[in-house]
């Protein structure tokens, strides 16, 4: 029996989908490792563990996480796989392998994909297309970047989280202000600048085994996620087609193995087994520009998303391949899309919802889950809004429709 342990900082909904994953499949001892105490497991989820329950302080902490990992070993069985879904969790889980003799990601790896600054430079080494950028330990290197590349620029932490804390860039007032808006560059903390691409954004979800891309899957975001970053009144939707093999996904295939080759060269197969999520852009100029890589599932419900236009649930399918290094392809039969409720106005709770039924009644049998917003509740603190919908058709077109039509009409005002 394989023994795989899994970094759930705290037992809540979404990471719940993950241990229940692990749990069902035949074969593994999981364990688990948590900020939460074990009677935070949902009950149901216990008789199937197998392993042990481990709680840290700090989850994020790759020492507290190998000191976890040694007792976990001695205590149920040596541990075949460390993993974690969150994003955060990839550096902390590469030094908890490397210091508790855990195959898989080490910290060489883990950085090519965690600090954006060192996967550009990877990728830019390796002929792939990718912003222009340099790092910047104060204002004044910001400033010596934007007459060296011009603005339009991004100013990012190289460890940033999505488009979390990104900042576009137009003028030299712009480079003033970002100590304002919580970025200042230092020795310490070092700002990621890089010039601005305009395209149509879009991503590429590969599964390998050992280093070998057994399959691929795309979206795209409507609009970018800096433009809703930047608009915090805009509500925005992921497409997943029906079609498969249709441009401009297929097209960006040659640049996906490319990237991928560089970012896991030199890995061992354990390490390079994994679910990444690519960011690229299509130019004007129909140049495919790599954005960022996580070797991590993807978000803004691109799970369920790819789970529902393939018939399986996805994170079963993760939680397989991340144990086992087995992976199922499935035919697509649906495309899919996923459309965030995001509020106007002032205010910290959520004042007004409108348009609900009229959305409901307009996407049909297409809406598959909604959560909807509700009055009373706090401001979503993240850019995923107070609420979303699911939706799946036979036909890309008819899920643009349904996507549409729930934007338009639902409506959350902030009071």
Known sequence: MRHLVFVAPKFLENTNRYVAGFAKLDGLAVSVISEDPVEAIPGALKPHLHGEHYRVRNSLDGAQLAEACRFLARAVAPIDRLTGALEQLQLPLAQARELAGIPGMGLTHARRFRDKDEMKRVLRAAGVSVARSDLATSLDDVRAVARRLGYPLIAKPPAGLGSRSTYRLESADDVDALPRMG??????????????????EHTC????????????????????????????????????????????????????????????????????????????????????????????????????????????????????????????????????????????????????????????????DALVELRTPKVGMPRA????????????????GAVKQALLGLVQRVQVRYG
């Open 205 to 364: 979800e590969t599964v390998t085994i050992a280093g070998k891309a057994v399959w691929r899957s795309g979206t795209r975001y409507f609009p970018t996620p800096l433009e809703v970053l930047e608009n915090a009144w805009m509500q925005y939707c992921v497409l997943l087609p029906r079609e498969q093999d249709g441009a401009p996904w297929t097209d960006f295939h040659p640049t996906n193995e490319a990237a991928l080759q560089a970012l896991f060269a030199g890995a061992s197969p354990e390490a390079s087994t994994a679910l990444t999520h690519m960011e690229w852009f299509l130019t004007d100029a129909n140049e495919r520009v790599v954005g960022e890589v996580g070797a991590r599932p993807p978000g803004v419900h691109i799970m369920p998303m790819m789970g529902l236009a393939h018939e399986t649930n996805f994170v079963d399918d993760w939680c397989e391949l991340i144990a086992f290094d087995r992976f199922t392809p499935r035919p697509r039969k649906w495309a899919c899309g996923a459309a965030f409720f995001r509020g106007q106005g002032r205010g910290d709770r959520v004042a007004e919802v409108h348009g609900l039924p009229a959305a409901i009644e307009a996407a049909g």
């Open 183 to 200: 970025l200042s560059p230092s020795a310490e903390a070092p700002v990621q600048v890089e010039q601005f691409v305009r395209g149509r």
């Open 381 to 396: 603190a993240g850019y995923e809004g107070e609420g979303w919908a699911l939706v799946k058709a036979p036909s890309t």
